[in-house]
C-alpha cells in the first residue's frame, strides 16, 4: 500500500472537519445555549450526540459499506434506495444546504458592512454568484479537494476558530441566566436542535468525498480505507466538538450583550464584535466564509457524482454548473425562508436516516440485510412521515391520538421504539442464505 503519511491523515480529517462545517454548525449551537440557559451542559451535550456523534457514525457506517450512500441504501429496493437518496442529496444540496451557505456567508460576513435593506439584496445577488462561481471552481477538481481544503484553507479556518474560542472563554460577555421554559428536556432539545445542522445526513454523502480522496492517493485496500476513513471521521469530530462548545457558551452568556437580535449570525456578530471591537467583525467574516465555502465545495461535489451515477448521459461538469446556479437563485430567497422550509424535510429524513446508519453499522453480522432493512426502515418511515406533516402543520387532528400513545412521543423520538421493534422482528425473521446470495 503507498505510504499514507501522518501528515497525510492529518489533511484528511482536516478536510472532512472542513467539509461539516458549515452555516448550521455556526449558527445553531448559540441558540441552543441561549434558550438552554442554567442546563447549558445537557443542551449541550444533546446538541453533540446530533451534530457530532451521529455524524461520526455515518461516516464509520460509509467505511464498512466501502462508499457513499448508494453503497449503504443497497439493501433495499432499487425504488427505496432511488427514492431516499434523492431527498437527501436534494435536501443537503440545492434546495436546503448548499444555499444556506451562501445566505449565511452574506448575513454574517457582508451584510453587516451595509446600510440599506436594498443594498443589501443587490449585495446578497452579486455575492452568490461570486461565491458560487468560487466554489464551482473548487467542485470541479474533486481529487485536489484534499490539497486545497486540508492542507491550505482548513488550517487557515483552525487559527482564526480557536482565536475566536478563545476569546469567549477567556472574556465571556455576561452570566448565565436561569434557563427559560423549554418544550422538551434540555438534553431533548440539544438533540433535536442538533437536526438543524444537517451534518447526519451529510455524512454518508461525504463519506464518499473521503474514501476517494483516499482512493486518489493510491490506497485500494479497503481494510487500509476503511481505518483511514475512521481516522478522518474522529479527527473532525473532536474539531467539530471544540467549536461547538464555545459557540454554545457564547450564547448562554450574550443576554447582556446582545438583549435582542434578528437572528444567529446576528447574535454571533454582537458578541464578537464586543469582545474583539471593530477586528471582531472582519474574524467573523474570514470565519463564515471559509467554513461556508468548503462545505458548499464538499455538497456540490456530493451531489453532482451522486445525480452523475444516477444519469451517467449528464456529465459531472454539468451537475455543478447547474447545481450551483439552482442554489445561488434558491440563496436569494433569503436565510429565514430557507430554515423555515426545511424543518419539515429535516424531521422527516433525520429519523430515516439514524436507522439506516444503525443497520449499515450492524450489517456485517445480518445474514439477510435486505429483510432487516426493510423492516426497520418501513417501521421508521411511517413514523417519519407522520413528524414531517405534523411540523409543517399538515396532520388531521383525527390521527393525533394514536401518535401519542408511542413511547417518547412527548420527546419527539416516537419512532424509536417501533424502529427497534422492527429491526428485531426483521432480524429474527432472516434467512438463511448461501454465501452466494449474501449482498453485503
Known amino acids: 500500500m503507498p505510504a499514507f503519511k501522518r501528515s497525510?491523515?492529518?489533511?484528511?480529517?482536516?478536510?472532512?472537519?472542513?467539509?461539516?462545517?458549515?452555516?448550521?454548525?455556526?449558527?445553531?449551537?448559540?441558540?441552543?445555549?441561549?434558550?438552554?440557559?442554567?442546563?447549558?451542559?445537557?443542551?449541550?451535550?444533546?446538541?453533540?450526540?446530533?451534530?457530532?456523534?451521529?455524524?461520526?457514525?455515518?461516516?464509520?457506517?460509509?467505511?464498512?459499506?466501502?462508499?457513499?450512500?448508494?453503497?449503504?441504501?443497497?439493501?433495499?429496493p432499487a425504488w427505496a434506495a432511488i427514492s431516499f437518496g434523492v431527498a437527501i442529496y436534494l435536501s443537503i444540496g440545492p434546495l436546503f444546504a448548499i444555499p444556506r451557505t451562501a445566505t449565511v456567508a452574506f448575513e454574517m460576513g457582508a451584510s453587516p458592512w451595509l446600510d440599506s435593506q436594498q443594498t443589501s439584496q443587490t449585495a446578497l445577488a452579486l455575492y452568490s454568484v461570486i461565491f458560487f462561481v468560487l466554489s464551482t471552481f473548487l467542485a470541479l477538481s474533486p481529487g485536489k479537494l484534499m490539497d486545497r481544503i486540508g492542507r491550505y484553507i482548513t488550517p487557515v479556518l483552525i487559527l482564526v476558530l480557536a482565536a475566536m474560542a478563545l476569546g469567549i472563554l477567556l472574556k465571556p460577555q455576561g452570566g448565565i441566566v436561569d434557563s427559560s421554559q423549554l418544550p422538551q428536556s434540555a438534553f431533548v432539545f440539544g438533540f433535536m436542535q442538533g437536526y438543524q445542522t444537517m451534518d447526519a445526513l451529510a455524512s454518508m454523502v461525504f463519506g464518499i468525498v473521503i474514501i476517494q480522496a483516499i482512493r486518489d492517493r493510491g490506497v485500494t485496500d479497503r481494510r487500509s480505507i476503511t481505518r483511514l476513513a475512521i481516522a478522518a471521521g474522529v479527527i473532525a469530530a473532536l474539531c467539530l466538538s471544540l467549536v461547538y462548545v464555545p459557540m454554545s457558551w457564547l450564547g448562554a452568556t450574550s443576554h447582556t450583550v446582545a438583549s435582542q437580535y434578528d437572528s444567529g449570525g446576528h447574535l454571533i456578530a454582537l458578541y464578537i464584535t464586543?469582545?474583539?471591537?471593530?477586528?471582531?467583525?472582519?474574524?467573523?467574516?474570514?470565519?463564515?466564509?471559509?467554513?461556508?465555502?468548503?462545505?458548499?465545495?464538499?455538497?456540490?461535489?456530493?451531489?453532482?457524482?451522486?445525480?452523475?451515477?444516477?444519469?451517467?448521459?449528464?456529465?459531472?461538469?454539468?451537475?455543478?454548473?447547474?447545481?450551483?446556479?439552482?442554489?445561488?437563485?434558491?440563496?436569494?430567497?433569503?436565510?429565514?425562508?430557507?430554515?423555515?422550509?426545511?424543518?419539515?424535510?429535516?424531521?422527516?429524513?433525520?429519523?430515516?436516516?439514524?436507522?439506516?446508519?444503525?443497520?449499515?453499522?450492524?450489517?456485517?453480522?445480518?445474514?439477510?440485510?435486505?429483510?432487516?432493512?426493510?423492516?426497520?426502515?418501513?417501521?421508521?418511515?411511517?413514523?417519519?412521515?407522520?413528524?414531517?406533516?405534523?411540523?409543517?402543520?399538515?396532520?388531521?387532528?383525527?390521527?393525533?391520538?394514536?401518535?401519542?400513545?408511542l413511547p417518547l412521543a412527548a420527546s419527539g423520538m416516537a419512532w424509536l421504539a417501533p424502529a427497534l421493534v422492527a429491526i428485531s422482528a426483521g432480524w429474527l425473521m432472516q434467512r438463511q442464505l448461501v454465501p452466494a446470495d449474501v449482498q453485503n
Not at 484528511?12 to 442546563?39: C, H, K, W, Y
Not at 447545481?323 to 430557507?338: E, H, K, P, R
Not at 419539515?344 to 450492524?362: E, F, K, N, W
Open 8 to 76: 497525510d491523515v492529518l489533511a484528511l480529517g482536516f478536510m472532512t472537519f472542513a467539509l461539516f462545517l458549515g452555516a448550521g454548525n455556526l449558527i445553531v449551537p448559540p441558540e441552543v445555549g441561549r434558550q438552554a440557559g442554567s442546563d447549558f451542559w445537557p443542551a449541550t451535550l444533546g446538541f453533540l450526540a446530533t451534530g457530532v456523534g451521529l455524524p461520526l457514525l455515518g461516516v464509520l457506517a460509509a467505511a464498512i459499506c466501502g462508499g457513499g450512500l448508494r453503497e449503504v441504501t443497497r439493501p433495499l
Open 274 to 405: 464586543a469582545i474583539f471591537g471593530p477586528a471582531g467583525q472582519i474574524i467573523l467574516a474570514v470565519i463564515i466564509t471559509l467554513a461556508c465555502l468548503t462545505t458548499a465545495v464538499g455538497l456540490l461535489t456530493s451531489c453532482s457524482e451522486y445525480f452523475n451515477q444516477l444519469l451517467p448521459k449528464v456529465s459531472y461538469r454539468s451537475f455543478v454548473i447547474a447545481l450551483a446556479l439552482f442554489s445561488a437563485v434558491i440563496a436569494n430567497q433569503g436565510l429565514t425562508q430557507i430554515i423555515q422550509l426545511s424543518i419539515p424535510v429535516l424531521v422527516a429524513l433525520y429519523p430515516l436516516t439514524m436507522t439506516l446508519i444503525a443497520l449499515s453499522l450492524m450489517r456485517p453480522w445480518m445474514r439477510d440485510p435486505q429483510r432487516v432493512f426493510a423492516f426497520g426502515m418501513s417501521a421508521t418511515a411511517l413514523i417519519a412521515l407522520y413528524d414531517g406533516l405534523n411540523a409543517a402543520s399538515l396532520v388531521p387532528a383525527g390521527i393525533t391520538g394514536w401518535y401519542q400513545q
